[in-house]
Antibody, heavy 123, light 107 residues
Framework: EVELLESGGGLVQPGGSLRLSCAAS????????MSWVRQAPGKGLEWVSA????????FYADSVKGRFTISRDNSRNSLYLQMSRLGAEDTAVYYC????????????????WGQGTLVTVSS | EIVLTQSPATLSLSPGEGATLSCRAS??????LAWYQQKPGQAPRLLIY???YRATGFPARFSGSGSGTDFTLTISSLEPEDFAVYYC?????????FGGGTKVEIK
């Protein structure tokens, strides 16, 4: 069974930094791309970033480009999101999500999700 | 960036009724359109991908259709567990985007 467990959320001051982690199990982590999706309180879904299975290719939403860095450690079955220069607009639940194989007709959908970790940016 | 517009924002229906949700893209996404279901306090679940393929675990009363810029999610007969928020998402290329959501609520 696929399981994704996010951690690292919390309260951070504007301008601060935070690193989110996602521990994956139940599948061959190194074979799949991964992604982060966020949801501000009471709002809709916003894609944040994605990374290929090898970590070579990374993708970012314009709203976080230059401030957030996605990475992964396949030896630890873990995905990360380093967030810096945080602002109030970054307050959200951050979900880790597994991507299907790139060749699948479901490519770039989010087929499994974690339960999310809440990041609150406030002074 | 492709903008997805969902309508209506809220759909008030009774159990047993059918539901029709719309998603319109600002430019063609071919058939690369997905739908998600989200219940309060839960993560979203992939419901439909490639416009019409139902994901594992969802019953046949859910169906998706459309191509190009206009897509529809149909729930043939609402069950109590179907009342939720539904989001569409294009999956053509990065950056992917989501629609603003349609809340299906109990009338």
């Amino acid at each position: 069974e696929v399981e994704l467990l996010e951690s690292g959320g919390g309260l951070v001051q504007p301008g601060g930094s935070l690193r989110l982690s996602c521990a994956a199990s139940g599948f061959t982590f190194s074979s799949y791309g991964m992604s982060w999706v966020r949801q501000a309180p009471g709002k809709g879904l916003e894609w944040v970033s994605a990374i290929s299975n090898t970590g070579v290719d990374t993708f970012y939403a314009d709203s976080v480009k230059g401030r957030f860095t996605i990475s992964r450690d396949n030896s630890r079955n873990s995905l990360y999101l380093q967030m810096s220069r945080l602002g109030a607009e970054d307050t959200a639940v951050y979900y880790c999500a597994k991507l299907p194989p790139p060749s699948a007709n479901s490519g770039r959908t989010f087929e499994y999700w974690g339960q999310g970790t809440l990041v609150t940016v406030s002074s | 960036e492709i903008v997805l517009t969902q309508s209506p924002a809220t759909l008030s229906l009774s159990p047993g009724e059918g539901a029709t949700l719309s998603c319109r893209a600002s430019q063609s996404v071919s058939s690369s359109l997905a739908w998600y279901q989200q219940k309060p306090g839960q993560a979203p679940r992939l419901l439909i991908y490639a416009a019409s393929y139902r994901a594992t675990g969802f019953p046949a009363r859910f169906s998706g259709s459309g191509s190009g810029t206009d897509f529809t999610l149909t729930i043939s007969s609402l069950e109590p567990e179907d009342f939720a928020v539904y989001y569409c998402q294009h999956h053509t290329s990065w950056p992917v985007t989501f629609g603003g959501g349609t809340k299906v609520e109990i009338k």
